[in-house]
């Protein structure tokens, strides 16, 4: 193999020695008594072999991104945080960049540009200049001013804004962003944007919404614009844009191959899936003629039964024991055991977990430690909330004796860091802490998939698909490749979703993960095997004419993904290819893989 020289390259975090995965636990679904002993015979799995390197040969370099922000708009940290959040994921090198160093942007391979005030000449002329040179510049989102257009839009491709309320619902991928080119992914929810767009005719449009621009290109100079108009394409279920925008940017114009993540999970989590809190007003009940019981158990419960025995999944279910508007001295227990009973039998049936969603729907956190936003009453003391613990945990034991309840999801997805780092007290059998990757507000937990306590717990990530299911999997695979379902029934009677558009739009994100092969897992199998992954150190050179790779810690079954417009082959290594999407599974720990074109 030539000595061609690596001007970047990247850790692939991957695996330490797997320890034994989560018993799968089996229960009929009919005959389940109030008192009836937990059956906890389970089937291991077997443990495949880890190899360790002895010495790396290869020498690894990594790129640089410059990441340009600045005072104005608050709403955008969210944005800001997430994707730096996803760089450290990758192991890639970043920096912020003060004013004062924007005469030296050429050491960066591309910039990240999270401007708010477009007229700012310093920076932005400093970007122009760059983009000329010959590199590429990302703007995430497009902060406008309603009393002002900048004329530096126009060098992005935008000729023309108007402020007008709009929402959308599907996605059509004209560049092939996530997968196929022309692909259209439906969005039954409703997603809201407030800025129409119109662009040059020498953009390169790549995604669009019925005529309105989301993503484009534009050349400039000798380089590159890449710029999203929306929020929406930012956020945590786009990550498969940012890898798009990390393959133009740092790998396509050096002929080079992307290599990514694969962890080759799914999860699903039903959350909240029994509901004593009524409701009512409902146009997704009206449509069906039947109130919200008979809804949740034969229509939405029904779904997913289905989904289980058509694609193996593992399908697990949180509960809420209470749904209180006021914190009750008492701790009531509005949970039906027979509803509860009928519902986690067959939960059991998929080979799914039981998930504590704790005592009420107050978030995870004592007055001070969280923004009180929306539906917030803090515990009055940590006495309190860990007593509310230990009546949920309780409430599955009287009807499942025995069962090890090891998984926790904080009520509305919202955790402090104070109340997090108190795991360890406040919940001492708790193995995995499952997040809700959502947005509505500030005091969101963000994290990718981390070990928390010193390795005590594990903090695995979920994205809430309420009516993006299929681009939340495609934006999954393309960037992690791991797709974590947490469905919320409430959301679907509160946000009026068809329920004919949510089913098909699920199924059809079920295809999209047997297309990819994923594994199908529950939260806690899943966490190990991430985590397990994560300490795997991958080392690679590439050239004109393929890749050579050493893994440290190789475990077999472990894969990786290329992104690539050439078409990979090895002898060392089964290779599934989707477009220039390439999952790699390697036979050993070291191997080499050739490029057809080049052959």
Known sequence: MTNHEIKFAKTLVILTIFTVIIMIFQLSRMGILDNAQYDQTANEESLPAVSKLEESTIQKDTPIIGILTDEGDPNKKYLVDGMEQYLVHLDYRYEYIDVSEVSKLDQYDMLMVFLTDFDEGQFMNAVMEYVRSGKLAYFPYLPFDKNLF???????????????????????????????????????????????????????????SDGNPLLWSMDYGEGTFLVSSSEFLASSESRGVLAYALYQGLFQP??????????????????????????????????????????????YFK???????????????????????????????????????????????????????????????????????????PWKNKKQMKESI???????????????????????GRIGQESLSRIDDLFPDVETVINRYVIEYPDQLLGDFTTLNDGNQYLYTITSENGAAQWGTMNAIGSLGISSFGFHSQRLYTDSIDFQDFTADVERAYELEQAYSLEKRTPEQAAKIVEQYQNMTFNYEQDAQGLEYEIDFFVEGSAFLLRSDKTPVSDDAKIKSIGNYHIIYPDFSKGYIRWKESL
């Open 390 to 412: 230990e009546v949920a945990k309780s409430y599955l034991g009287d009807v499942y004796k025995g069962y090890p309840l090891t998984s926790y999801i904080p009520p509305q």
């Open 303 to 377: 779904l997913f039964k289905d989904i289980s025995e058509s694609y193996g999944d593992k399908i697990s279910m949180s509960y809420t024991v209470d749904y209180s508007e006021l914190f009750n001295e008492k701790l009531p227990e509005t949970l039906q055991k027979s509803q509860f009973r009928l519902y986690t039998s067959q939960i059991f049936g998929m080979g799914g977990d039981i998930l504590s969603g704790g005592y009420s729907n107050h978030p995870l956190g004592l007055k001070g430690e969280l923004e009180q936003i929306g539906y917030f009453i």
């Open 254 to 299: 050096n002929d080079k191959a992307m290599v990514q993540p694969f962890y080759n999970v799914s999860t699903t989590v039903l959350q909240d899936i029994v509901l004593p809190d009524k409701i009512n007003d409902s146009n997704i009940l009206s449509q069906a003629g039947v109130d919200q019981d008979n809804f949740t158990l034969n229509h």
């Open 150 to 208: 900048s004329s530096n839009l126009r060098k992005l491709g935008v000729l023309e804004s108007k402020y007008e309320d709009f929402s959308i619902d599907q996605i059509q991928d004209f560049g092939g962003i996530l997968g196929e080119a022309n692909e259209i992914y439906e969005i039954p929810r409703t997603v809201n944007l407030a800025i129409k767009l119109r662009l040059a005719a020498d953009c390169e449009m790549l995604l669009e």
